[in-house]
């Protein structure tokens, strides 16, 4: 795109990195994040955090979640040994959306496949 | 993966398509939506969709998702010219959460960028 065709105020865009306090947890204080293979971009799963699994995921470099139905904290491989190394997190527009791009050992569904999206709607 | 390392029970996994009946909606009635780039599988949003949203979804070929804010079905493109085009639905394993994998017109964001997640978490 050249210059001239960017929309209105795209120069203004802020692109600096958000911090944690500045995320937008839902009502339940969590936020979506969407896992995403970083070798070969397949998305591999869905999964909600909190405020403590994003700190811990940044500061143990691989992904914390928040078990919705154990409710507590979820250092995905620690039962599986499917353990997800991060190498890049990511926020939306809206800052309520995270994409974690991972490199995943084994496979990131408990089902055994790699990716949770294995089947079509129909 | 050879037969011998399949974990137990991956024979007998349930691949087949799944109707928009057998999704599990939250408590408001949603299901989140993934939308991919399907030509270079870049996460380009994500957004939420109703049952009558997808059943417009699948009958159109085009996203039509659910807006949380405005409370009405947002059928994507229509102001922005903004279409997408979706060349597959997959489903994850717990059927609830939907990946659509499109063929995006223009940009995803409203931003003007392409996808919602441009910036990084700190």
Redesign the interface.
């Known amino acids: 795109m050249t210059a001239g065709e960017?929309?209105p105020?795209?120069d203004d865009?802020?692109?600096?990195?958000?911090?944690?306090d500045s995320?937008r947890y839902d009502d339940r204080g969590l936020i979506?994040v969407?896992t995403?293979d970083a070798e070969?971009?397949?998305?591999l799963?869905?999964a909600w955090a909190n405020r403590e699994a994003?700190e811990r995921t940044?500061a143990e470099g691989r992904m914390v979640y928040w078990s919705r139905s154990r409710h507590e904290l979820w250092r995905k491989g620690d039962t599986s040994g499917h353990v997800q190394h991060w190498q890049?997190?990511?926020?939306?527009?809206?800052a309520d959306?995270?994409?974690a791009r991972v490199h995943q050992e084994g496979?990131a569904?408990?089902?055994?496949?790699r990716s949770?999206?294995?089947?079509?709607?129909?």
């Open positions: 960017r929309p105020g795209a865009l802020d692109r600096s990195p958000v911090d944690l995320l979506p969407i995403q070969n971009d397949e998305v799963m869905m994003l940044v890049e997190l990511l926020v939306d527009c809206d959306v995270i994409v496979a569904c408990h089902t055994g496949e949770c999206f294995f089947r079509s709607l129909r």
